[in-house]
Nanobody, 118 residues
Framework: QVQLVESGGGLVQPGGSLRLSCAVS????????MDWYRQAPGKQRELVAE???????NYADSVKDRFTISRDNAKNTVYLQMSSLKPEDTAVYYC????????????WGQGTQVTVSS
């Protein structure tokens, strides 16, 4: 059984920081590319950050220099460190796992709510 479980969301003031975690089980974590997506009400789900199994990273322009994605293969966990948070960062954040193999199944977590408000 495959599980991706996000945690760490909550309410934070503008300019504050949060660290999201995604604990993964049921797959060979080390061979998967890991991503963070987010979706705000009425908006399309967007890719925020990705970290490949080979160690390369990519970020959306809107979060570059504020967010950092990392992984701990010993704990089967991927993280998203978020700093200098803005109200427009408010969304449900989702963890995503995929392999760089055609036709391989991808997996999603249930999501964790991040609200940035004063």
């Amino acid at each position: 059984q495959v599980q991706l479980v996000e945690s760490g969301g909550g309410l934070v003031q503008p300019g504050g920081s949060l660290r999201l975690s995604c604990a993964v089980s049921g797959i060979a974590f080390g061979v998967y590319n890991m991503d963070w997506y987010r979706q705000a009400p009425g908006k399309q789900r967007e890719l925020v950050a990705e970290l490949t199994s080979g160690g390369s990273t990519n970020y959306a322009d809107s979060v570059k220099d504020r967010f950092t994605i990392s992984r701990d293969n010993a704990k089967n966990t991927v993280y998203l460190q978020m700093s200098s948070l803005k109200p427009e960062d408010t969304a449900v954040y989702y963890c995503h796992a995929e392999r760089s193999v055609m036709w391989s199944r991808a997996y999603w977590g249930q999501g964790t709510q991040v609200t940035v408000s004063s």
